[in-house]
């Protein structure tokens, strides 16, 4: 066959070459594929004018099939098989994945969303791995170039083009301190609140933050004993001294037992936490990045604040 019958070859044309073949009768044929007798009669003369042969002939008993046309028979039905295959989505099975899942995150949601995460993942699809990352400053390119598959972030973070977010749970902020800690009883107003030493968390190192923001609104600054990128570095430090922090609730419920912490209301207008999952948009039809955030924002919605579990909202 020459290259410029490729050019204009019509794929529906395979399954009436196929037919015609098996039954060598243009009626039976056309039944078979639901064409009409002249529809089937007019794809066969234009397959005798691509393959350049009459491929059925007359002979006694009815049609028989030219050597070009018993080798065709031969080569049809895994060629068709095959052109079905391109265009028929592949069957999604988690057990048969192997991949490595990298989310940039802080090590408070590693500690959340971690263990419940690589417990689900070892029953359904042993074959994935976990790996959360730091963000760092090029965090939107290792989205884009496939390096990361999905980052955390609060819902109030802006978010680069081309990236899209599902809403996967909400928390609320908690003041923690050491038990027996001075200020662990009774109602904390926002001048006692910054009168107290605090121990900061800072992620990207600029030191800026919205409960600071939201004290010089009222002509007040905290003082920052302690500062570090980790939650948990945090929560150590208040374990042992009179510093207090202010983080999720239920990253610090989770951890309060074991280093023996309170959990009080801090005095914030604002004290909601509500996290977005981030993923590249150019990856909207990987199954295996939409089978991930299925998993992930369960997850999340189990084990980040009770009020998230109904959450999972998308947005662009």
Known sequence: MHRKHLRALDLNLLPVLQALLRHRNVTRAAAAVGLSQPAASRALGRLRALFEDPLLVRAPG???LTARAQAIE?????????????????SFVPADIE?????AATDAVAVLVGPALSARLRREAPRVRVQFQNYGNDAERRLQ?????FAFALASTPLPPGTRSALVAQDRLALVMRRGHRASRGRITLEQYAGL???????????RSEIDAELATHGLEREIGFTAPQFTAALAVVAGTDLVTTVSRSFAARLAPALGLVLREPPLATPALAYVLVWARIRDHDPVVNWLRSV????????????????MCPRS
């Not at 992930?296 to 959450?311: E, F, L, N």
Request: charged share 20%; net charge positive; with cysteine.
């Open 296 to 311: 992930i924002g369960t997850i999340c919605r189990t084990q980040i604040g009770a009020s998230g579990r109904r959450i």
């Open 62 to 64: 009815g049609l028989a």
């Open 74 to 90: 031969r080569q049809i039905n895994p060629a068709l098989a095959a052109v079905r295959g391109i265009f028929r989505a592949e």
């Open 197 to 207: 030493t605090h121990a900061a968390i800072s992620i990207s190192g600029d030191g």
């Open 99 to 103: 991949h490595t899942v990298r989310i």
């Open 145 to 149: 170039a496939g390096e990361l598959d």
